[in-house]
Antibody
């Protein structure tokens, strides 16, 4: 069955960096686009980034453009999100999601806290 | 960008009630509308896709309808397990956006 397991969250100071990983299994990873979606404390869902299966296109929400980079490694079925210049408002649970194209499968999430 | 607006933001209901949540898109998105259920501390769970298709394993008391810019999620008879927050989402393409959520509370 499809499994998505995020890791890499933690506490970081404003201006710092963090790299999230999402280990995918149970499907042909190279055949699907992947998303990152986040949810701030007590807030709603916000789509963050998308990468096509062949990495030909990447898309970002305006608020993270130039700071976050989505990537993937087909050799180990892993999705990444490199987050630089982190801000207080980036504090959230970050979910990795398989593009079906509906968001059928979600990981359990990893918490990123930006705090001084 | 397509804006998704849900109403109401909060809904108080009793077990057995029929519950309806509305979602409006700022432009036509048919049929690329999904509904998700989220409980505290859990990832969202897909309920409905393509506006009215029930995801496998989801109870039949959940149904979706609508087209164009107006969509509805209906729970025909609210069960204790259904108290949660519900989100609509368009997935017609970049940028993917969610409604602000509707919290279904116990009356």
């Amino acid at each position: 069955q499809v499994q998505l397991v995020e890791s890499g969250g933690g506490v970081v100071q404003p201006g710092g960096s963090l790299k999230l990983s999402c280990a995918a299994s149970g499907f042909t990873f190279s055949g699907y686009g992947m998303h990152w979606v986040r949810q701030g404390p007590g807030k709603g869902l916000e789509w963050v980034a998308f990468i096509r299966n062949d990495e030909s296109s990447k898309y970002y929400v305006e608020s993270v453009k130039g700071r976050f980079t989505i990537s993937r490694d087909k050799s180990n079925n892993t999705l990444y999100l490199q987050m630089n210049s982190l801000r207080l408002e980036d504090t959230a649970v970050y979910y990795c999601v398989k593009d079906d194209p509906v968001f059928s499968y979600w990981g359990q999430g990893t918490l990123v806290t930006v705090s001084s | 960008d397509i804006q998704m607006t849900q109403s109401p933001s909060t809904l108080s209901a009793s077990v057995g009630d029929r519950v309806t949540i509305t979602c409006r898109a700022s432009q036509s998105i048919s049929p690329w509308l999904a509904w998700y259920q989220q409980k505290p501390g859990e990832a969202p769970k897909l309920l409905i896709y393509k506006a009215s298709s029930l995801q496998s394993g989801v109870p039949s008391r959940f149904s979706g309808s609508g087209s164009g810019t107006e969509f509805t999620l209906t729970i025909s008879s609210l069960q204790p397990d259904d108290f949660a927050t519900y989100y609509c989402q368009h997935y017609s393409g970049f940028p993917w956006t969610f409604g602000q959520g509707t919290k279904v509370e116990i009356k």
